[in-house]
């Protein structure tokens, strides 16, 4: 699928880490630049799970990740899991970046709060690191909810986007996986979630 994406001129992110450790671990070792110049991808994507600290294996290895991509012209980014804790989120750039880790994109999950993404931003951007940008988790939550993150997130300078894929293919799928509905009702429904979560960011902004 990135092969072929590629092929076709999409912008791709490849995926780094190990999946379901509480630790950044690369999935292929020191293998990790072969893996990753075989796809050549736009982006170098790592999810870390933070729930008071970060440790040294997590640092040392995001180190080495942020090192490889800047010398080698390829965007990194950066997705923060706490909880939707905005205290932590805040507390983990400032360490992340004291520590030399300089993603392109941070990902973050929802808030409610303009200030909570005011403040989030100007720490991805301190110090001069004014082409930083913010992408917003949707952390499965139903669309309501998400809507409201959206419409706020969208009013706020820095925050280029969102990635809330199970608030909308989830239901689609498990209709179609229960019989439900067609695989071309659940194209359909999957394309008008995304459609309408992509008009409330543009049109709220």
Same mark, same amino acid.
Request: charged fraction near 30%; include cysteine; aromatic fraction near 10%.
């Given at each position: 699928?990135?092969?072929?994406?590629?092929?076709?001129?999409?912008?791709?992110?490849?995926?780094?880490?190990?999946?379901?450790?509480?630790?950044?671990?690369?999935?292929?070792?020191?293998?990790?630049?072969?893996?990753?110049?075989?796809?050549?991808?736009?982006?170098?994507?790592?999810?870390?799970?933070?729930?008071?600290?970060?440790?040294?294996?997590?640092?040392?290895?995001?180190?080495?990740?942020?090192?490889?991509?800047?010398?080698?012209?390829?965007?990194?980014?950066?997705?923060?899991?706490?909880?939707?804790?905005?205290?932590?989120?805040?507390? @983990? &750039? =400032?360490? +992340?970046?004291?520590?030399?880790?300089?993603?392109? /994109?941070? %990902?973050v999950e929802g808030m409610e709060s303009d200030l909570d993404y005011l403040?989030?931003?100007?720490?991805?951007?301190?110090?001069?690191?004014?082409?930083? @940008? &913010? =992408?917003? +988790?949707?952390?499965?939550?139903?669309?309501?909810? /998400?809507? %409201?993150?959206?419409?706020?997130?969208?009013?706020?300078?820095?925050?280029?986007?969102?990635?809330?894929?199970?608030?909308?293919?989830?239901?689609?799928?498990?209709?179609?996986?229960?019989?439900?509905?067609?695989?071309?009702?659940? /194209?359909? %429904?999957?394309?008008?979630?995304?459609?309408?979560?992509?008009?409330?960011?543009?049109?709220?902004?």
């Amino acid at each position: 699928i990135l092969q072929d994406a590629k092929k076709n001129g999409y912008i791709i992110a490849l995926k780094v880490e190990k999946s379901g450790q509480d630790e950044f671990v690369f999935e292929y070792g020191e293998e990790f630049a072969s893996h990753i110049e075989k796809y050549n991808p736009d982006f170098a994507k790592v999810v870390i799970k933070v729930k008071d600290d970060l440790t040294e294996l997590t640092l040392n290895n995001l180190k080495r990740l942020s090192d490889y991509a800047h010398s080698n012209k390829l965007k990194l980014i950066i997705e923060l899991i706490t909880g939707g804790n905005v205290n932590l989120i805040l507390s @983990s &750039i =400032v360490k +992340l970046q004291d520590a030399g880790i300089e993603p392109d /994109v941070w %990902k973050v999950e929802g808030m409610e709060s303009d200030l909570d993404y005011l403040s989030i931003v100007e720490e991805a951007r301190r110090g001069g690191r004014d082409n930083v @940008s &913010i =992408v917003i +988790l949707g952390r499965g939550e139903d669309k309501e909810t /998400v809507e %409201k993150w959206i419409k706020t997130a969208s009013k706020t300078e820095g925050i280029i986007g969102f990635a809330i894929g199970r608030t909308i293919f989830w239901e689609p799928l498990v209709e179609f996986n229960s019989g439900k509905i067609t695989r071309e009702q659940a /194209v359909e %429904k999957i394309c008008e979630a995304y459609t309408h979560f992509y008009k409330l960011f543009t049109e709220s902004s």
